[in-house]
């Protein structure tokens, strides 16, 4: 069973610092994928990134940042210079092979910005 | 390209009866799947429709149902609502080529049961 673990349940932070959104999975296949999505009020979820279990290369885009560890089983998710913008939810899911465009995801967590 | 809409935005209905949404994917997308979210279970996978078969389903009661068309369109349907069915219901697109592949979301169909 695939099992996504996100222990921050809601995040406060004051414009422009740094927060970083921890994410822990469990899963028994060898080749997987991660994904963060983010949950505006609007209710959609916004697709951000996705990631293979083979790439552990961080990966950067503007002020987001993500960090694979494929030993520590975590994929976390860094917004540099925070906005007020950048309130939401944000969720981290999972796929795997073994069954067909499944997510398993995380509880989420809320991050709050203020001004 | 437009993305995944969703008709309606919201429902409001009663016990025992049963509703239909409706979900059109981004063209070009074979695969549908629905998602339901709840305060309380967080995001739950429904079911997935490719070329008009089911090809994987989550635990839910046989009143969850769904169906996709030949144009990849989907609805899915709950019969005989209950108070817990209340929840903001997702749908998704993707290419459906492999079961890796990146999901869009629609806005959600937000059902409230009274």
């Known amino acids: 069973a695939q099992k996504v673990t996100q222990a921050q349940t809601e995040i406060s932070v004051v414009e422009k610092e740094d927060v970083t959104l921890d994410c822990v999975y469990e899963?028994?296949?060898?080749?997987?994928?991660l994904f963060w999505y983010k949950q505006p009020p609007s209710g959609e979820l916004v697709f951000l990134i996705r990631?293979?279990?083979?790439?552990?290369q961080n990966e950067i885009s503007g002020r987001y940042s993500w960090n694979f560890q494929k030993s520590t089983s975590s994929f976390n998710f860094t917004i540099t210079a925070s906005q007020v913008v950048d309130s939401a939810v944000y969720f981290c899911a999972l796929s795997g092979v073994s069954g067909y465009s499944t997510l398993t995801f995380g509880k989420g967590t809320m991050l709050l910005v203020s001004p | 390209k437009a993305g995944v809409t969703q008709t309606p935005r919201y429902l409001i209905k009663t016990r025992g009866q049963q509703v239909t949404l409706s979900c059109s994917p981004i063209?070009?997308?074979?695969?549908v799947s629905w998602y339901q979210q709840t305060p309380g279970q967080g995001l739950q996978f429904l079911f997935e429709y490719f070329s008009e078969t089911q090809r994987n389903k989550g635990n839910f009661p046989g009143r969850f149902s769904g169906r996709q068309f030949s144009n990849s369109r989907s609805e899915m349907n709950v019969s005989t609502l209950e108070l817990g069915d209340s929840a903001l219901y997702l749908c998704?697109?993707?290419?459906?080529?492999?079961?890796?592949?990146?999901?869009?979301f629609g806005p959600g169909t937000r059902l409230t049961v009274l």
């Open positions: 899963t028994r296949d060898t080749t997987y994928y």
């Open positions: 998704a697109s993707s290419a459906g080529d492999s079961s890796t592949d990146t999901q869009y």
């Open positions: 990631r293979n279990s083979f790439d552990e």
């Open positions: 063209s070009g997308h074979r695969s």
